[in-house]
């Protein structure tokens, strides 16, 4: 374990570097232990607190800003992508656009303390058209409290994670395959949500092609048009028929409709 301190001594900035790196383009690598642990060391000497927090900021720009382009150029194409992309069910949850709809720019300096909204965040400002400046300055703030509250929290309770690292080092080889078990264990869990939540996805879909072909039959489904009004702006375009509202007044909406009336949502 005295090693693996070493080692994060030695390479710690470009250690913090890749993991924030990698944790902010969307894979399941956390990176606020690695930025305790980093916090510790500096308080220890081993480490400087600043550039910890310039490096962390830097790794979670380069990974926000082409996901900003990506928006402005591609629009909800780029949500999509990222839905794809991402191993984080929570980043297709439509809540998300709920928050950048209500807070605006100011949800960028909040947005890496809600889990999946990191995710979506920069390509949402990039569909409204933020201002590359704006979202700049936004989201490195946002970047600077992410990471600078980890670096404290490591700063502020080093004697703790000093004994934690002392008492895994007291394991030995058991100590690091605590920790790989550890995250194995955290990979398998983001693993078994993301393929839970893309079954329910193939069960609920059903393609335009279909739903035509429904219209055609004569066998008239209640549409219902629940995008928010942040996506809705951005695409008026809606379907001959739906209906047009809140998705969290459903119950209400639905009370009096027969149970055996077939029903499509329409979402972003």
Known sequence: MDQLVDLI??????????????????????????????????????????LILVVAVAASFIADYPWYLAG???????????????VSP????????????????????????????????????????????????YNAAGAAVWAGSAI??????????DR????????????????????????????????QFQRVLRIARISVEELRRLLEEGHNPLILDVRTSLSYRYDPRTIPGAIRFHLDDLDEKLAGIPREQEIILYCT
């Open 9 to 50: 001594s030695r390479y710690g900035l470009l250690f913090v570097f890749v993991n924030v790196l990698l944790e902010q383009a969307g894979l399941p690598i956390p990176a606020l232990p690695t930025l305790v642990l980093a916090g510790a060391l500096a308080a220890d000497g081993k480490l400087s607190a600043p």
């Open 72 to 86: 402005r150029r591609l629009g909800y194409r780029a949500l999509r992508t990222v839905c794809r992309v991402s």
């Open 90 to 137: 929570e980043s297709c949850v439509r809540q998300t656009e709920g928050v950048f709809e209500r807070y605006g720019l100011l949800s960028l300096v909040v947005a890496k303390f809600i889990p999946g909204y990191s995710t979506v965040a920069p390509a949402l400002a990039g569909i409204l058209g933020t201002p590359p400046l704006s979202f700049i300055l």
């Open 152 to 161: 404290a929290a490591g700063v502020i309770f080093h004697r703790v994670v």
């Open 164 to 195: 934690v690292v002392v008492a895994l080092d007291g394991l030995g080889a058991w100590g690091l395959a605590l920790l790989a078990l550890g995250l194995v264990l955290y990979l398998l869990v983001r693993w078994a949500r993301l393929v």
